[in-house]
């Protein structure tokens, strides 16, 4: 008996997926398969030792005190969410798109004794009307990580109004690397079938596609897409700039000691919202 053979149109992300955007849903995918969201004995130490002096980081960059709003996108498991509780920061909201994640983010603060606001949605869906002080998006560039540089511009546009003026924007991942990866094609086995891995890239707009394909054992077939533009600094900047940012410094990790332009690797970005001028009274 042949099977039927499926059309483009029907490769569609896992129902619990379904409703996400298509970064989103690669993200969720990506945690689920690969068992992210329960992290080992040694991921956790080594996690929250980079908490500290990520947290660190911050606060030498933007000034940042227990007295400041804090918005947290990417959050995962809670690093850094329990590292600022444990300073004693009490005015955090922390996102993360993954369900899986801030469960198990849930349950660490409360095997910690912390009370933490951790919400599992899209930080573009997510809208208030108490602006924030910070922004973070620790190892995330979701920020900057859109499928076009029109949907960038949304977002940090987006973020522009979730933020006070004069609030600082904080986010960068250490793997951004300057250049795009070569194309490639592979495949694994998994529990739930097989996986075809590539990785497309245009160098012309210096845009680059992460795909997998999900083949199950029963035929059905899923497809989930990350696809990201490679800027670089110069761009950056102009991207903050049209949207009332503007760059106030750039590293390659979250360490002063390692300045933007030093190395090949990574890209973390501190921005600050530009204050809107005061108006003359006497201009109309």
């Known amino acids: 008996m042949k099977r039927k053979q499926q059309t483009p149109s029907s490769l569609q992300p896992d129902p619990p997926f379904s409703h996400l955007r298509p970064t989103s849903a690669w993200y969720c ?170 990785v497309l890239s245009e160098r012309t707009t210096m845009k680059c596609t992460h795909r997998t394909l999900l083949l199950r054992s029963d035929g059905s077939r899923e497809i989930y897409e990350l696809t990201r533009i490679h800027y670089d600094l110069a761009q950056v900047s102009t991207l903050l700039a049209k949207t009332n940012f503007q760059l106030v410094s750039a590293y390659h990790a979250f360490d002063h000691e390692r300045p933007y332009g030093s190395e090949n690797e990574g890209l973390v970005v501190v921005a600050q919202q530009q204050k809107l001028p005061m108006l003359d009274s006497h201009k109309r």
Not at 38 to 49: F, H, K, N, W, Y
Not at 142 to 163: I, M, T
Not at 179 to 196: A, K
């Open 29 to 198: 995918y990506q945690t689920r398969t690969r068992r992210k969201s329960s992290p080992s004995l040694e991921q956790v130490r080594e996690g929250e030792r980079l908490a500290v002096s990520d947290i660190n980081f911050v606060e030498h960059e933007t000034g940042m005190n227990q007295q400041s709003r804090i918005l947290e996108i990417g959050c995962a498991w809670g690093r850094h969410s329990l590292e600022l509780a444990r300073r004693g920061y009490q005015q955090v909201e922390s996102l993360d798109v993954c369900e899986a994640l801030v469960t198990t983010a849930r349950e660490r603060a409360t095997k910690a004794g912390d009370t933490l606001s951790l919400l599992a949605l899209d930080y573009l869906d997510y809208h208030t009307d108490t602006p924030f002080d910070i922004i973070l998006s620790l190892y995330d560039r979701s920020c900057l990580g859109q499928p076009d540089n029109a949907q960038d511009h949304n977002s940090l546009q987006h973020l522009a109004r979730l933020l006070q003026p004069g609030g600082h924007l904080v986010f960068g991942i250490c793997d951004w690397p300057r250049d795009l990866p070569l194309p490639s094609r592979s495949w694994e086995e998994i529990e739930e079938g097989f996986e075809l891995h590539e």
